[in-house]
C-alpha cells in the first residue's frame, strides 16, 4: 500500500508565498514522475507541474514564474513552492506519483488533498 500525504496549505494574503510538501510512504520500489494538480470550487482538476526522477521540470504556462516544482528522491517527497499568489490560486491541491510496487508494477497515486486560501 502506497500513500502520498499533503502538508503546507493554509490561507495566505494575496502577494505572499507558500511551499508545499508531499511525501510518499509504504512498499515502494520507485517513483517516476511526480506532480501537482489544483481544483478550484466549481472548475475540473487541472495541472500545475510535474517533474520527472531526473528533476526535469513541466508547468502549466499561466504559472511559469510563480511556481516551482522540486522533488528529493531519497525521502520520496515532492514540493511546490508558490510565489506571488493571487486569490485565482485558492484550490485543493492534489500531489500524485507514478509509483513502482512489487508485484503490481506500476500505479499512480494521489493525495487527499491540501487546502490553499489566498485572501485579497
Known amino acids: 500500500q502506497v500513500q502520498l500525504v499533503e502538508s503546507g496549505g493554509g490561507l495566505v494574503q494575496a502577494g505572499g508565498s507558500l511551499r508545499l510538501s508531499c511525501a510518499a510512504s509504504g512498499t515502494i520500489l520507485i517513483i517516476n514522475d511526480m506532480g501537482w494538480y489544483r481544483q478550484a470550487p466549481g472548475k475540473q482538476r487541472e495541472l500545475v507541474a510535474t517533474i520527472t526522477r531526473g528533476g526535469s521540470a513541466n508547468y502549466a504556462d499561466s504559472l511559469k514564474g510563480r511556481f516551482t516544482i522540486s522533488r528529493d528522491n531519497a525521502k520520496n517527497t515532492v514540493y511546490l513552492q508558490m510565489n506571488s499568489l493571487k486569490p485565482d490560486d485558492t484550490a485543493v491541491f492534489y500531489c500524485?506519483?507514478?509509483?513502482?510496487?512489487?508485484?503490481?508494477?506500476?500505479?499512480?497515486?494521489w493525495g487527499q488533498g491540501t487546502q490553499v486560501t489566498v485572501s485579497s
Open positions: 500524485n506519483a507514478d509509483v513502482r510496487v512489487p508485484m503490481l508494477g506500476y500505479a499512480k497515486y
